[in-house]
């Protein structure tokens, strides 16, 4: 079965660095997302990319962070100068259209 | 805005007993409703769906029935098994929207 796949599974950084993190959604899907999770808290949206440009993003999504899709393959979502209050799981998923959303196994992000 | 409430956890059973978790939701619409599981070091995957009024999802003997007059969609299993250990997670997805709107997940243990 397809899969979403992402890299690193973790990443250290500084904080004030920049990190990207890599996505390659299912070859098939069109409607791309990432997510992420606080140690202990919910699953929050970041942003929704569809057509080659953001179709919803939510108010963490701020100027600190942009998303990509470089090429047919990848999706990135980039963190300008990261914060000790980035740290936590980013999941990346896709879909196809109206169907359920896939999800990668994450990229725990720790920021030191 | 939406939103999605879960059970608090952590909830620990012993194999074979009955299992429900609680799901209720706030929405505007028609929302889809999700149930995903999270095993350990694992990503999110797709147990069930429903995606309108007196649905009933149904996957590896566990069922949730989206109720509009009550706004939930518990979700239940009959007689539960070691391998479902795992964190499972309520979602929703708006009329007309992209984006998954999580509850905030319940730990499963099951005990032999």
């Known amino acids: 079965e397809p899969e979403v796949t992402q890299t690193p599974s973790h990443q250290v950084t500084q904080m004030g660095q920049e990190v990207i993190l890599r996505c390659v959604p299912i070859?098939?899907?069109?409607?791309f997302y990432w997510y992420r999770q606080i140690l202990g808290q919910k699953v929050e949206f970041l942003v929704s990319f569809y057509n080659n440009e953001i179709s919803e993003k939510s108010e963490i999504f701020d100027d600190q962070f942009s998303v990509e899709r470089p090429d047919g393959s990848n999706f990135t979502l980039k963190i300008r100068s990261t914060k000790l209050e980035d740290s936590a799981m980013y999941f990346c998923?896709?879909?196809?259209?109206?169907?359920?959303?896939?999800f990668g196994d994450g990229t725990r992000l720790s920021i030191l | 805005g939406n939103s999605v409430t879960q059970m608090e956890g952590p909830v620990t059973l012993s194999e074979e007993a009955f299992l429900t978790i609680n799901c209720t939701y706030t929405?505007?619409?028609?929302?889809?409703l999700f149930w995903y599981v999270q095993y350990p070091g694992e990503g999110l995957q797709l147990l069930l769906k429903a995606t309108k009024a007196d649905d009933k999802g149904s996957n590896k003997g566990f069922e949730a029935t989206y109720r509009k007059e009550t706004t939930s969609f518990h979700l239940e299993k009959g007689s539960v098994q070691v391998s479902d250990s795992a964190v499972y997670f309520c979602a929703l997805r708006g009329w007309g929207a992209q984006k998954l709107v999580f509850g905030q997940g319940t730990r499963l243990t099951i005990n032999p």
């Open positions: 070859s098939n899907h069109l409607y």
């Open positions: 929405a505007t619409g028609y929302p889809s």
């Open positions: 998923a896709s879909s196809d259209s109206n169907q359920p959303q896939h």
